[in-house]
């Protein structure tokens, strides 16, 4: 997951590292095969990590629920939304693949050649195997001292 943050906003690996204070590889199950026994990366640590270095990194549910009073609602699925999410945007998409336990990070988007696989270090086709179940579009923040605040304006 931390190489295709950093291949999204073209830094080093090393620099998100420092950023996040590990590097992922402590041990923390060590009964269980690699990757899993490894402490890894929250996403949470690379949305801080990228925040410091001014870029947003913003959340797309593959398929919406929201729950009134215990019932679910499940939003309607539009393939074209996720579709406009990826042809219009760089970021980074987790990925299951089909009978395995664990999760798949790939970056994605026009000025990476759409999907860049760390494990191959290559852009690819999205395999047929795989399932999107999560999609992080990543924007960089900008300081322009131009811009008013939506609260700037406001009477109470």
């Not at 860049?116 to 924007?139: E, G, M, R």
Request: hydrophobic share 40%; with cysteine; charged share 30%.
């Amino acid at each position: 997951i931390l190489i295709a943050f950093a291949k999204v906003i073209g830094e080093s690996e090393d620099k998100l590292i420092e950023l996040i204070g590990h590097d992922g590889s402590y041990i923390i199950r060590p009964e269980l095969k690699s990757p899993m026994k490894y402490k890894g990366f929250h996403i949470q640590e690379l949305v801080d990590a990228l925040f410091k270095l001014n870029w947003a990194v913003i959340e797309i549910e593959i398929s919406p629920v929201h729950t009134i009073k215990g019932v679910d609602y499940k939003l309607e699925e539009d393939k074209n939304r996720l579709e406009e999410y990826l042809k219009k945007n760089n970021g980074v998409i987790i990925v299951s693949e089909y009978l395995k336990p664990w999760r798949h990070a790939l970056a994605f988007g026009p000025d990476i050649g759409y999907f860049y696989d760390p494990k191959i270090q290559a852009c690819a086709d999205l395999p047929s195997t795989f399932k999107i179940d999560v999609i992080y579009i990543i924007k960089r923040i900008t300081n322009d001292k131009t811009r008013t605040s939506i609260y700037e304006n406001r009477t109470t």
